[in-house]
């Protein structure tokens, strides 16, 4: 009981109300939250404080930098999954914050998406500093089960290498980004490897114009330390994936490397194993299996590349989300425009 009224009083305030609607939407460091809520920080810090101590929000802290989002699990969590649905979004006051929301998310992709046109031209070479490629592309391959592929999906495909790798195994491949110099890269990559049975296209992780259940298979090479909504784009991607079709993510586990915010535009500093299970979890996907590809200097202060899969569970149904059952297309091909 004691639980539930400081709950509700921790909710039951204006601003903290609308703090829990944005976090319910997307997690945020404070400075964030300030602008969306056009609050001071030292006064926004007292309401997350309040929010996170009665259970309905948590602190998730990385490197120099937290994160509030809804809490994983509890009272608190239950409460704020009914408040949310109650709150109006015609609400003046929320409609407003919603607004400041989608500039500070627009100012970030703008921000990345700068990054990206810079480095284009030579992300290969800045990859391969980071990661021992050739032993993630291995464990890539062996994670499929399978030497056929009928179609791949390859979010954020930046200069097509999972494309390359993946190549000789699949039907039909498919990679999307939403940076042109990177996809240009691509372009001259897959052509001059004569890889015709591969197309890359312009398009967004969060909003992704392609069939449900049209994929055998999904990957997600370092890309989510870049997004500030990994768990959207899981979600978005599995809703691509067949029934029991396979998704591969990669990515570093969680890391104190803070110079990679600043110098290489990282949002995340890696991602922990119940962090990237409970996504899957939501995303109707069970986890398969999880791996570690460490480095010669594995630990928190070095970066040790993780592969996570999980295959989609087999029925549709239950993860479509409402409208795009219709646009599947029977024989399961897609559309491959360049
Ligand atoms: C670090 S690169 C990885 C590229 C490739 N997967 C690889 O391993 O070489 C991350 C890519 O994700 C793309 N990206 C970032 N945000 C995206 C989004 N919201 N939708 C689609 N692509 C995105 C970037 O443009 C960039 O090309």
């Given at each position: 009981m004691d639980q539930l009224v400081d709950a509700l009083k921790a909710v039951g305030e204006p601003s903290r109300l609308r703090i829990v609607s944005v976090l319910a939407r997307i997690e945020l460091t404070v400075g964030e939250l300030c602008r969306v809520i056009g609050q001071s920080q030292p006064r926004t810090s007292r309401h997350l404080r309040l929010l996170c101590d009665a259970g309905v929000l948590e602190r998730h802290a990385e490197g120099t930098s937290a994160f509030y989002r809804?809490?994983?699990?509890g009272l608190g969590r239950e409460l704020l999954d009914v408040v949310k649905t109650l709150v109006d979004d015609a609400d003046p006051a929320i409609a407003r914050d919603l607004e400041r929301l989608s500039a500070v998310r627009e100012a970030r992709a703008a921000e990345a998406e700068a990054y990206f046109s810079r480095i284009a031209t030579n992300w290969d070479q800045i990859r391969f500093r980071h990661v021992a490629d050739e032993d993630v592309e291995v464990a890539l391959l062996e994670a499929v089960?399978?030497?056929?592929?009928g179609s791949l999906l390859d979010i954020g495909t930046g200069t097509g290498r999972m494309l390359e790798v993946f190549a000789d195994r699949i039907d039909r491949g498919l990679g999307i980004d939403q940076s042109r110099p990177m996809l240009n890269v691509a372009r001259a990559n897959l052509d001059a490897e004569g890889l015709a049975h591969c197309r890359v296209r312009h398009a967004d992780v969060y909003d992704l114009d392609l069939p449900a259940g049209s994929f055998d298979v999904a990957v997600l090479h370092h890309v989510l330390h870049f997004l500030d909504d990994p768990a959207d784009a899981i979600a978005q991607t599995a809703r691509t994936l067949k029934p029991g079709g396979r998704m591969l993510v990669v990515d570093y586990q969680?890391?104190?490397?803070?110079f990679l915010r600043s110098d290489?535009?990282?949002?995340?500093l890696g991602f922990d194993d119940d962090e990237v299970n409970s996504w899957f979890q939501d995303a109707d996907l069970d986890r398969e299996s999880i791996r570690y590809l460490n480095g010669p200097k594995a630990g928190p202060d070095s970066l040790t590349t993780v592969l996570w899969t999980a295959v989609r569970w087999p029925s549709l149904a239950t993860t479509a989300p409402i409208g795009t059952e219709s646009n599947s297309s029977p024989n399961n091909s897609f559309e491959v425009a360049s």
């Open positions: 809804p809490a994983a699990s089960q399978s030497d056929r592929i969680l890391h104190n490397l803070e290489y535009a990282h949002r995340r």
